[in-house]
């Protein structure tokens, strides 16, 4: 009788919509690594996207891994049974290449026991000639990847579409896993961890030796024209966040700059997809029935939403988006994506004052912010999300007390507009403590303490306890700890993920490592710091996010980027040349 994860698996690849086949003769195996569930993996539209280009390659074929559920996870380990590849129950020790996708930095701990039930070193320099080359990309890598640098033979520092052709023709010549590492050192985007050797002084500051022939530090790649490449929904299967849903990217990166978040920086420039494009990739997909999702960082900046909306509509088909944009949202858009049958439209104030926001660098007014509360409620869309951060740097009780102010606002004009449609809606609020991100303004700011955070959640609490249609969804504390820790740590992080998997809570793990975690975690740094991660350049200039950091503090509003072709070069990400064309 066959386990019942097996069972499980062979239903899931029967649900899946269309099968990838092999290339007959493909020289190149590999296998794509998700160090969580098949359903967080399958809802990621980045790890379908590089599934399906590395299968498109007439030299390459790819199979996944994921990270077991938990019930999966017990039976192996109570059988001592490795992890294989989803599609073939392959070994993994049989693919030329491991790839692994970082999208959380909190996957982290399932990285060691993942290693061991694939049987394979987790150490890269115990690693030899025949055992895969393993490699890591995504938004993790590039932020900070020195927490887990040691496990790894090559971090991709960049955007798929761009890397994957080189390092593709690398690994397909004849050649030693040294001569491979190092070819790849020398071009830009690929970081060779093993080639780049830290080591740290009295005040905590990281300086490199670096081998000789590796380009450090680092250069970020991109997609200049997003026209070129294709990213959507390639697997079609109910078990994920979206179901159904057919997704599509419309832009990438953001322009917007607000000063806590690493994906409108390390995605800069922001770039769009043509509304043909867009159209195209859907292809038979827009058709009556279908719920189109369309994703991008700011997807209600998206100039041609209105066009693509309309036209999906017009030929029968739903359209999503996971956000909307307070100041661009229109009653046309709310109106539509009612009409889709959506049930939660969110809207993401962040903060609660207008200094605040000012300092983040939001271009938000409380005004703004109830009116498109009233707008969606007009609508009859009967649920309402509303993001909020907690300990933000420059917080006060003053502006928590002015989130509640400014809640209680949105909660009395929308339960007005609900009772007019003889419904009662809710609102859902979801605060999370501030993390300080690598590349980001922020990165010089100390993290909240806890006793801070828990304070003000608790404010946050006790208000929508006994407020009506108001539900509270706050992250854990330890988890937000956790995460600031690993955003900031340097090599030395491995050891404490190594301890955490073994059982140690953070500050046990710390402790044991010689590591302290209130230096990394809750202590502010000056321009002068050498942080880990200046291994990678990501393309803004440190000089302009120090700047915006100073801007923050005196609450002073950056514009956001303009249009293309305006000539702006004020991060450095856009050079004269790139900004015209």
Not at 177 to 184: F, I, K, P, Y
Not at 436 to 456: E, G, N, V, Y
Not at 546 to 558: G, H, M
């Amino acid at each position: 009788m066959r386990p019942e994860y097996e069972q499980r698996r062979q239903e899931r690849l029967r649900g899946e919509h269309p099968r990838a086949t092999a290339h007959a003769g493909a020289r190149l195996r590999v296998a794509l690594v998700y160090p969580n569930t098949y359903y967080n993996a399958m809802s990621n539209l980045g790890f379908q996207a590089v599934f399906h280009w590395l299968n498109e390659h007439p030299e390459c074929v790819c199979e996944r891994v994921f990270w077991p559920d938990a019930d999966e996870l017990k039976a192996m380990q109570g059988e001592n049974a490795p992890l294989y590849s989803f599609e073939s129950r392959r070994s993994v020790t049989d693919f030329d290449m491991v790839a692994f996708s970082l999208s959380f930095e909190n996957d982290y701990l399932n990285l060691p026991p993942m290693f061991e039930l694939m049987r394979l070193p987790l150490s890269a320099a115990e690693r030899g000639d025949k055992d895969p080359v393993v490699i890591a990309g995504g938004i993790c890598t590039l932020m900070n990847p020195e927490p887990v640098a040691p496990w790894f033979d090559i971090f991709t520092i960049g955007e798929a579409e761009v890397l994957l052709p080189p390092l593709i023709d690398t690994l397909l010549r004849d050649s030693t896993r040294a001569e491979l590492l190092r070819s790849l050192a020398s071009q830009s985007g690929f970081y060779v961890p093993g080639l780049c050797h830290p080591h740290m002084d009295t005040g905590g500051n990281v300086h490199w030796n670096v081998d000789e022939g590796a380009a450090f530090p680092v250069q970020r790649r991109w997609v200049e024209d997003l026209n070129a490449s294709e990213c959507r929904s390639f697997v079609s299967t109910r078990d994920t966040a979206f179901g159904d849903m057919r997704l599509v990217e419309v832009a990438r990166g953001c322009g917007r700059g607000c000063r806590f978040c690493a994906t409108g920086f390390v995605y800069l420039p922001p770039r769009e997809r043509r509304p043909h494009k867009v159209l195209e990739q859907l292809g038979e997909d827009v058709c009556a029935g279908v719920t189109a999702g369309l994703v991008g960082a700011a997807v209600s900046d998206y100039s041609a939403l209105d066009s693509v909306a309309n036209t999906l509509c017009a030929a029968g088909a739903h359209v999503s988006v996971a956000s909307l944009r307070v100041d661009s949202m229109t009653s046309a858009q709310v109106a539509m994506l009612r009409d889709s049958g959506q049930k939660t439209i969110s809207l993401a104030p962040e903060a609660g004052s207008q200094r605040l926001r000012d300092s983040i660098n939001k271009h938000l007014n409380a005004e703004q912010i109830v009116r498109a509360a009233e707008m969606i409620a007009a609508a009859g869309i009967p649920n309402l999300k509303l993001y909020f951060l907690v300990g933000l740097p420059f917080e006060e009780d003053a502006d928590i007390h002015a989130m509640l102010d400014l809640v209680e606002q949105i909660r009395v004009a929308w339960m007005e507009q609900q009772r007019e449609q003889g419904r009662a809606g809710t609102i859902h609020l979801s605060v999370n403590p501030f993390v300080p991100k690598a590349m980001t303004p922020f990165q010089w700011h100390a993290m909240a303490a806890p006793k801070i955070l828990k304070a003000r959640i608790g404010l946050l609490r006790k208000y929508a306890n006994r407020s009506a249609n108001i539900r509270l969804q706050a992250e854990s504390l330890k988890g937000a700890e956790l995460q600031g820790f690993l955003s900031r740590a340097d090599r030395r992080g491995a050891e404490v993920i190594l301890a955490m998997a073994e059982g140690a809570n953070l500050k046990t793990a710390c402790r044991l490592n010689g590591v302290d975690l209130n230096a990394v975690v809750y202590s502010p740094y000056t321009l002068e710091h050498q942080f880990p991660w200046y291994s990678i350049d990501p393309g803004v200039n440190r000089a302009y996010l120090w700047d915006e950091y100073q801007r923050s503090q005196a609450n002073i509003l950056t514009s956001p980027c303009p249009e293309p072709g305006h000539g702006c070069i004020r991060c450095g990400v856009c050079t004269q040349e790139v900004a015209e064309r």
